[in-house]
């Protein structure tokens, strides 16, 4: 990976990470003191807490992926300690698809004329999960590669041993 790209998306990162957790802090901010600027038609309060949730499982994919991208860099990325990353991003996605039926599901009620905007809602839902069996599968990708480059470096060291 080039040091441009790398430089690149970590300042892509930085910046989404810096812009959720200002609307992050403005969101806990109006659920703290109250002052409510809707008119009350519609339940926001569960649904400010779900986009708070939402922006905190962003976020920590946002960390998981720069501790990636620094692995990356340095040449490790090929390790057992990639796992646990990979995992924090599968584990964020899938909460955020959580979380997007539970506001699929506080939106239904008021869709009962068009419920097709709940389907789709739903077909969302579907397809964030679709996006975390996409990086299951690269991380069983990264788990082949792992396998090969242990099983490399035992046949490199019984090799120097031979001579």
Same mark, same amino acid.
């Given at each position: 990976m080039?040091?441009l790209?790398?430089r690149a998306?970590?300042? /892509?990162?930085?910046? #989404?990470?810096a812009?959720t #957790?200002?609307?992050?802090?403005l969101?806990?901010? #109006? @659920?703290? $003191?109250? %002052?409510?600027? !809707?008119?009350g %038609? @519609?339940a926001?309060?569960p649904?400010?807490v779900?986009?708070i949730?939402?922006?905190? $499982?962003?976020?920590?994919?946002?960390? %998981?992926?720069?501790? @990636?991208?620094?692995?990356?860099?340095?040449?490790?990325?090929? %390790?057992?300690?990639?796992f646990?990353?990979?995992?924090?991003?599968i584990?964020?996605? /899938? =909460? =955020?698809?959580?979380?997007?039926? =539970?506001?699929?599901?506080?939106n239904?009620p008021?869709q009962?004329?068009?419920?097709?905007?709940?389907?789709?809602m739903?077909?969302?839902?579907?397809?964030?999960?679709g996006?975390?069996?996409?990086v299951? /599968?690269?991380?069983? @990708?990264?788990?082949?590669?792992? =396998?090969r480059?242990v !099983?490399?470096?035992?046949?490199?060291?019984e090799l120097?041993e #031979?001579i």
């Amino acid at each position: 990976m080039g040091k441009l790209a790398v430089r690149a998306l970590r300042a /892509v990162l930085v910046v #989404v990470l810096a812009g959720t #957790v200002f609307v992050q802090a403005l969101m806990v901010w #109006v @659920l703290v $003191s109250g %002052s409510d600027p !809707e008119d009350g %038609s @519609l339940a926001l309060t569960p649904l400010r807490v779900i986009t708070i949730l939402g922006m905190m $499982s962003g976020q920590v994919a946002l960390v %998981s992926v720069w501790r @990636l991208v620094t692995m990356v860099r340095r040449g490790t990325v090929f %390790s057992h300690a990639a796992f646990r990353y990979v995992d924090a991003v599968i584990g964020a996605i /899938v =909460a =955020a698809a959580l979380l997007w039926f =539970a506001v699929t599901v506080l939106n239904a009620p008021g869709q009962r004329a068009d419920p097709g905007v709940t389907v789709i809602m739903g077909g969302i839902g579907v397809a964030i999960l679709g996006v975390a069996l996409i990086v299951l /599968v690269l991380r069983m @990708l990264l788990a082949q590669a792992v =396998a090969r480059d242990v !099983e490399a470096a035992q046949m490199q060291a019984e090799l120097d041993e #031979v001579i």
